[in-house]
Nanobody
Framework: QEQLVESGGGLVQAGGSLRLSCAASGRTSSAYTMGWFRQAPGKDREFVAVMFRGRADTYYTDSVKGRFTVSRDNVTNTIYLQMNSLKPDDTAVYYC?????????????????????WGQGTQVTVSS
C-alpha cells in the first residue's frame, strides 16, 4: 500500500508563490504517474496537473498553465508543484495522487478514478 504525504501549503498573498511537496513512501516516484488535484470550498475536486511515469510528460489545466510547474526528485521519491503568480481563485485543498498504470492517458488522468492512491491534502489560501 503506497502512502503519499503532502506538505508545503499555507497562506500567501496574491502574486506570491508556494511549493507543494508529495512524498511517496514505497516505490520510487518515477514508477508512478502522479497527479495534482484541488478542491475549493463548495466545489468538486478538480484536476490541476499530471506528470506521467517514464518520460515525465506533464499536462496542466488551462487555468494554471504558465504559473504552475510539476517536477520530480527521484532520489527522495518526491513530486513537487511549484505555484507562482498565485490568485485568490487558487485557494483550495490540494491533493496529490498516484497510479502505477503505464502509458500516456491524458484525458483519463484528469479524473479521480484514474488514481489508486491519494494524499491527505494540504490547504492553500491566497489572500487578495
Amino acid at each position: 500500500q503506497e502512502q503519499l504525504v503532502e506538505s508545503g501549503g499555507g497562506l500567501v498573498q496574491a502574486g506570491g508563490s508556494l511549493r507543494l511537496s508529495c512524498a511517496a513512501s514505497g516505490r520510487t516516484s518515477s514508477a508512478y504517474t502522479m497527479g495534482w488535484f484541488r478542491q475549493a470550498p463548495g466545489k468538486d475536486r478538480e484536476f490541476v496537473a499530471v506528470m506521467f511515469r517514464g518520460r515525465a510528460d506533464t499536462y496542466y489545466t488551462d487555468s494554471v498553465k504558465g504559473r504552475f510547474t510539476v517536477s520530480r526528485d527521484n532520489v527522495t521519491n518526491t513530486i513537487y508543484l511549484q505555484m507562482n503568480s498565485l490568485k485568490p481563485d487558487d485557494t483550495a485543498v490540494y491533493y496529490c495522487a498516484a497510479t502505477s498504470r503505464s502509458g500516456i492517458w491524458v484525458v483519463a488522468s484528469m479524473t479521480e478514478k484514474f488514481y489508486d492512491y491519494w494524499g491527505q491534502g494540504t490547504q492553500v489560501t491566497v489572500s487578495s
